[in-house]
């Protein structure tokens, strides 16, 4: 009889349901098709809310309270910049945050880190990483599910999607909706959306700054998305922004950029063409063809502006946009992960 392989699921971030609990959930999402146990360390049953949020089914993992790792055949661990005590087959220590971090020399953690196996979000992360614990992760991009927004009708409509929030990247929608007014007069028949989530850590202050920022402007905000809705943005939207890390140094302060962009990436896969800050992981979404990366607002400004009058051109770029995203597809995450997993 073939014994049931189990894994241990550990998140200490459940609560933010950002791109992280995406990550980790597609993890799990994985390992249950493979025919793994998998146990999920968090107090509640939240499979309901993951299929809302991203449409990833969990019903079948078991959520527990205990995070006892000596009888797992594999422990996934997202690190909240400390690394585990683990006695399982084999520990995979995610790190979805690029934590610059002082080289820690500990025997302790010397031995961990060359025991467990390393994996980053973006090559963005992994610099920092392997820097701060002085190991070779694994690079395995986000899965995103790249066949879940089609394309639709696409109307003059430039859209932003993120959380509200900054408690790690600053998302710098003020400024997305500052470029916007500068260049609403000459965008006629226009208009941009701002989406995201009013999640833990959301900044009123910020949304009152855009709504007074934006009135008498074509511009709606659209707070908390579903999944529904946002397929429609996505699938109407003919341009995507973003301002993510803008005045920051990357190198200094590398947790206020975004460390990779899944967001982008389903923008992308729906046919927008991208116009993002030129920093973080961001750089590692686009190539030549697929969207622009900027490095000043003017410059954000010049590129919509050139694109709107460009139909055509913009036609092709939405094009290459969507054969772009599927090398963030879900199946190749999950053939990278078989790989370490083995």
Request: proline share 4%.
């Amino acid at each position: 009889m073939i014994k049931t392989k189990t894994a241990f699921i550990y998140n200490p971030y459940w609560l933010t349901l950002g791109g992280g609990e995406r990550y980790t959930a597609g993890v799990a999402d994985f390992l249950i098709k493979l025919g793994w146990k998998v146990d999920i360390y968090w107090p509640r049953n939240i499979s309901k809310s993951l299929k809302n949020r991203f449409n990833i089914d969990l019903s079948h993992a078991n959520f527990v309270s205990e995070d006892w790792t000596f009888s797992y055949d594999l422990v996934f661990w997202v690190s909240d910049g400390s690394l585990p005590t683990s006695f399982a087959k084999k520990t995979l220590v995610h790190f979805q945050f690029p934590f610059k971090l002082s080289p820690r020399f500990t025997l302790n953690n010397f031995l961990k880190s060359h025991l467990y196996t390393f994996v980053c979000n973006s090559r963005f992360t992994k610099r920092f990483i392997d820097q701060s614990f002085r190991v070779d992760s694994r690079v395995i991009y986000p899965p995103i599910d790249t066949e879940l927004f089609p394309v639709t009708k696409k109307t003059n409509t430039i859209l932003y999607v993120g959380r509200f929030s900054g408690l790690t990247q600053n998302k710098n929608q003020l400024q997305l909706v500052k470029s916007f007014q500068k260049i609403s007069p000459r965008l006629s028949g226009w208009k941009l959306i701002v989406a995201g989530g009013l999640g833990i850590g959301h900044d009123e202050k910020l949304i009152s700054l855009l709504k007074n920022a934006a009135k008498n402007l074509p511009i709606e905000f659209v707070f908390n998305p579903d999944l529904k809705t946002l397929k429609k943005l996505y699938g109407q939207a003919k341009i995507f922004w973003s301002a993510s890390g803008f005045g920051t140094e990357e190198f200094e302060n590398p947790l206020k950029v975004e460390h990779f962009g899944i967001t982008v990436v389903e923008a992308m896969s729906a046919g927008c063409v991208p116009v993002i800050s030129n920093l973080g992981g961001h750089k590692e979404i686009l190539d030549f063809k697929s969207g622009f990366l900027w490095d000043s607002p003017a410059e954000l400004e010049q590129i919509t502006l050139s694109l709107a009058k460009s139909p055509k051109i913009l036609k092709y770029l939405s094009i290459e946009a969507q054969k772009r995203s599927k090398i963030f597809s879900t199946a190749c995450f999950q053939n990278s992960l078989a790989s370490i997993i083995g």
